[in-house]
Nanobody, 114 residues
């Protein structure tokens, strides 16, 4: 069973950058596609970006050109580099397998505010 721990969230000003990390337990990490999701207050959780085991990536239109998903299979870790951040990026960010989920981690809070 894969377990997930997200980290790297913080308060950042508009236009700023952050890098989130997601550490996954389990020996089969490298074969899974992984994704980042986010949930803003009062809204449903939404897809942000995904990466296949081979490194192919996809992005939601709202983050395309600003966010970059990557992975390091040797470290069982997925990253989300966020640039040119906007107040609407404020949310709790989660990672998970894609497209089928395992138990969600605790997430990491990202707040974009002056």
């Amino acid at each position: 069973q894969v377990q997930l721990v997200e980290s790297g969230g913080n308060l950042v000003q508009p236009g700023g950058s952050l890098r989130l990390s997601c550490a996954a337990s389990g020996s089969s990490f490298s074969i899974y596609a992984m994704a980042w999701y986010r949930q803003a207050p009062g809204k449903q959780r939404e897809y942000v970006a995904s990466i296949t085991s081979g490194g192919s990536t996809r992005y939601a239109d709202s983050v395309k050109g600003r966010f970059t998903i990557s992975r390091d299979n040797a470290k069982n870790t997925v990253y989300l580099k966020m640039n040119d951040m906007k107040p609407e990026d404020t949310a709790v960010y989660y990672c998970n397998k894609f497209p089928s989920f395992v138990a969600w981690g605790q997430g990491t809070q990202v707040t974009v505010s002056p």
